[in-house]
């Protein structure tokens, strides 16, 4: 099982851009299908992209199409999340996840999990 930590979020105002990582360790990360999930404060964490692990196929929650884009490195354990023209409504905790079998868009599809970071997006 995969050990997932995230980091590059922060405070910024609309319209900017900022970019997520998340290290993995503990297993063969290529065999992974990794995820983005935030949690909005006061609801419930929702699905935000998906990369496999093989073709890099990437699948996005309609709410963010065309602003964010998901990418892995494979040779450096990495996903990222790339976030342009942010928006109030994408402040949250946002988190990695990571599934061997191909997930659907549920946190209950996903069996590793990082802690989060934190992205506020100012009006």
């Known amino acids: 099982q995969l050990q997932l930590l995230e980091s590059g979020g922060g405070l910024l105002q609309s319209g900017g851009s900022l970019r997520l990582s998340c290290a993995a360790s503990g297993d063969t990360f290529v065999s992974y299908f990794m995820g983005w999930f935030r949690q909005p404060p006061g609801k419930e964490r929702e699905f935000v992209a998906l990369i496999s692990w093989q073709v890099m196929a990437t699948d996005y929650a309609d709410s963010v199409k065309g602003r964010f884009t998901v990418s892995r490195d494979n040779a450096k354990n990495t996903v990222y999340l790339k976030m342009n023209t942010l928006k109030h409504e994408d402040t949250a905790v946002y988190y990695c996840?990571?599934?061997?079998?191909?997930?659907?868009?549920?946190?209950?599809?996903?069996?590793?999990w990082g802690q989060g970071t934190q992205v506020t997006v100012f009006p």
């Open positions: 996840a990571a599934n061997l079998r191909r997930p659907g868009t549920s946190p209950a599809d996903f069996s590793s």
